[in-house]
């Protein structure tokens, strides 16, 4: 009852307002909900259920393999190499994943944020620190309006200041409003075509650059492969995608 009603009051509140009543408010788990011991954090049960990708992995899409095949490449990857570089994710996309990641999208849940970019920062771990443009996959202005925040972007935000690299909020644009993702990759590949285009008033400055973007969940790459196609036709030199989590296969 109580979060139904912190809920509801919150859309009535300015940020500043749902700020100070998640302090005011105890810490609760921004994943079920239940009381914890310090704000942004997730309970132990709901920590049990999280399966960190950190094993043998694709070396490029990132999908986890069940044993080690050092530096190989997934079937999808050997029948089409993806037109971006490395993908990585710090969680399989599963239940567990699934219900935190949903309650920080339609939540209210911003102040959570924290531990999401700790999540970007362990799924980066072994991509290289060498300089790069952050760049968050873009919400269309209507799905804007709904959230009133795009998540990737408050993530990528904090990440990129973190990591010491370049925040570039507006580098991608949504210019078409794409329904709910749903449906095999054929069927998301035709529904991002030409949703995303590249802001040309970047286009010197990215010239063989490294480009990291950042989206919540990967699950078919269709996005990811829509936004690196439209990067390194501009130019960049490489396009690697960072995500919370990704739809696996079985392994
Ligand atoms: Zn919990
Ligand atoms: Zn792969």
Redesign the pocket.
Known sequence: MGVIVKSGLKHHLSTWGVRLLDQLLPPRCLSCGAGVQDSGRICPDCWKELDFLQGPM?R??G?PFGFDMADS??A??QKSLPPFDRARAALRYDDGSRRMIISFKHGDRADYSDFFVQLLVQASQNLASSSAFVVPVPLHKKRLRQRRYNQAALIARKFAAGKGFDYVADMLIRHRYTPPQEGNYGQRQRNVAGAFAFSEKYREKIQDHRIIVIDDVYTTGATASACARILKKAGAGSVEILTLARVCSVT
């Open positions: 694709c490029c899409c999908h490449l997934c999808s990857c």
